[in-house]
C-alpha cells in the first residue's frame, strides 16, 4: 500500500518536475555555484590525516630506497626532508638534504636522476597505492636559510644599541 506522502515520486514527470524547481544550486550552469565540490586541481591548504600518513610513509620508503641505492662514500650523506605529493599523488617533489661538499651535491643529484626508475620501483613494490607519483629530487635549502637568518640576528647582537639623543 502506497501512502499519498510518496505518490508523486512514482510518476517520472512529476520527479522530474520537482527535482527541476526545488534546488537552484542543482541546475546545469556553466559556471560553479558556491555550494558545488572543488575542484580536484585545487591546493589544500590543510591536508587531510590520510594525505598526512601518505606523505609520512612516501617519506620513510623513498629515504629507504635512497639509502639502498646510492653509496654515501660518492654523494655524501643524503636524508630526505619532506615529500610534497601532488593532490592525486601522480607526482611528488623530494626535499632532500645532502650533508657533503658542494660538489658531493650535484653528485647526489646526478645519481638520483640517474636512479630515479629504480627507485621508483622499489617505492611502488613497497607503498600501495592506486599511481605510483613520478619523483622529482629538489635539494632543500630551508637549513641554509635558517643558518643565514641566524648569523644575521647574530651580527644584529653584536652590534651595540644605538644612544638616544
Known amino acids: ?30 559556471t560553479p555555484s558556491r555550494n558545488s565540490p572543488p575542484n580536484s586541481n585545487t591546493i589544500h591548504p590543510v591536508p587531510s590525516h590520510r594525505q598526512e600518513r601518505v606523505r609520512e610513509l612516501l617519506r620513510r620508503e623513498i629515504g629507504e630506497a635512497i ?11 643524503i636524508t630526505v626532508n619532506q615529500v610534497l605529493p601532488a593532490a592525486d599523488l601522480r607526482q611528488a617533489r623530494v626535499l632532500l638534504g645532502v650533508f657533503g661538499s658542494t660538489e658531493q651535491q650535484k653528485t647526489a643529484l646526478q645519481m638520483l636522476e640517474a636512479s630515479k626508475m629504480r627507485i621508483q620501483d622499489i617505492v611502488a613494490k613497497s607503498v600501495i597505492l592506486k599511481y605510483t607519483p613520478r619523483l622529482k629530487f629538489e635539494l632543500d635549502d630551508t637549513v641554509e636559510k635558517a643558518n643565514s ?11 651595540p644599541p644605538p644612544q638616544p639623543e
Open 1 to 30: 500500500m502506497r501512502s499519498t506522502k510518496c505518490a508523486r515520486a512514482w510518476s517520472a514527470a512529476s520527479a522530474w518536475m520537482g527535482l527541476t524547481s526545488s534546488n537552484p544550486g542543482m541546475l546545469w550552469s556553466a
Open 67 to 77: 639509502r639502498r641505492e646510492i653509496p654515501v662514500h660518492k654523494a655524501g650523506l
Open 149 to 159: 637568518v641566524l648569523r644575521i640576528i647574530d651580527e644584529l647582537e653584536k652590534q
